[in-house]
């Protein structure tokens, strides 16, 4: 599998929270935003940010002085036993947080040798799942999880790909043509997230982000009815913004 060359660009927001937990867990006893900002070249009003996030997630934790020391999170995900499990769990807690966030269902889709596949997600009664009613590992041209994953592969790896899963007809606005399904690919801007208006199904709206980690392909995706594609951009702008940490349990 091939990726393109600006797939693997690491997100800014992950290495910035690499670096502060770097420093926290120097600090065995403590260390105050100051002194963390010092440390590590970060502005007092992005650092903010950032242990707002790593604090929400459980990677530090604030004691009684206001010094910052690391979390339950943190520990969990540093042990060598368990360790696959434990990121698993992380990612369900911040997945369900998203699913409440953004008002609909969310999912961690990954490209494993050569197959869309959908590793975890979050659902509930206000927001179902979407019907798989075609199988995603032959719809990637038509869903948004799929032609995330595509954004992030080269010209052969996507040849690759519709090879082996011929474009099929799905709804009236799916788009079977290669060459222009690869022309929209091409146009899309890494940081603006994949849109699917009904083009796997009919009365299904999905958006999606790349969640790329080092060679890893994979995307965090949302579905909602078609009734609630009102609310789409502003959705996917929030999944959007809540990628960091998922991509930040991938990376610890």
Known sequence: MALKPDS????????HALRVLETVSRHRTGVTDVQIARET??????LSSLL???????????VADGAYVTGDSLARLGSTAGHKQAISDQLQITLDRLRDSVGAAVYISRYIDGEVKITQFAAGPGAPAVNEWVDFRSAAHASAVGKSLLTQLDLNGRRDHLSRHK?????SRTIT???LLFSKLDAQPPTVPVLDLQEYAVGTVCAAVPITAGSSVGCLALSMPIEHAHRLRAAADTLNRGAAPVLLSLAI
């Open 8 to 15: 693997t660009a690491p997100y800014h927001s992950v290495q």
């Open 41 to 46: 070249g970060l502005p007092i009003r992005a």
């Open 52 to 62: 707002l996030m790593l604090r929400r997630e459980g990677y530090v934790q604030q």
């Open 167 to 171: 474009p099929a007809r799905l709804t």
């Open 177 to 179: 043509n290669e060459r």
